[in-house]
Nanobody
Framework: QVQLLESGGGLVQAGGSLRLSCAAS????????MGWFRQAPGKEREFVAG????????YYADSVKGRFTISRDNAKNTVYLQMNSLKPEDTAVYYC?????????WGQGTQVTVSS
């Protein structure tokens, strides 16, 4: 089992940047595919970005491609989401996700608010 703790959210003006971090417990972090999802008020949770076990392959939602970058540091048991050129529509609670086979884990979320 793995526990996930997100940090780095906050309030930022449109065009600004934030870097989210997700620290994972346990010694098998490198065995988990990692991802970021977000949920805006009144909307369903949606995929934002994902990264494979080694960090060599990344995936992005079309809405964030070219603006967000996901990365992981397996030595630090941490996955990051660098968010640049933020837009008001990026406002949401951002969740870290870890997947290993049928096991699926979520963090508690961190709020990102982008003002216009």
């Amino acid at each position: 089992q793995v526990q996930l703790l997100e940090s780095g959210g906050g309030l930022v003006q449109a065009g600004g940047s934030l870097r989210l971090s997700c620290a994972a417990s346990g010694r098998t972090f490198s065995s988990y595919a990692m991802g970021w999802f977000r949920q805006a008020p009144g909307k369903e949770r949606e995929f934002v970005a994902g990264v494979n076990l080694s960090g060599g392959t990344t995936y992005y939602a079309d809405s964030v491609k070219g603006r967000f970058t996901i990365s992981r540091d397996n030595a630090k048991n941490t996955v990051y989401l660098q968010m640049n050129s933020l837009k008001p529509e990026d406002t949401a609670v951002y969740y870290c996700n870890a997947v290993w086979g049928r096991a699926d884990y979520w963090g508690q979320g961190t709020q990102v608010t982008v003002s216009s």
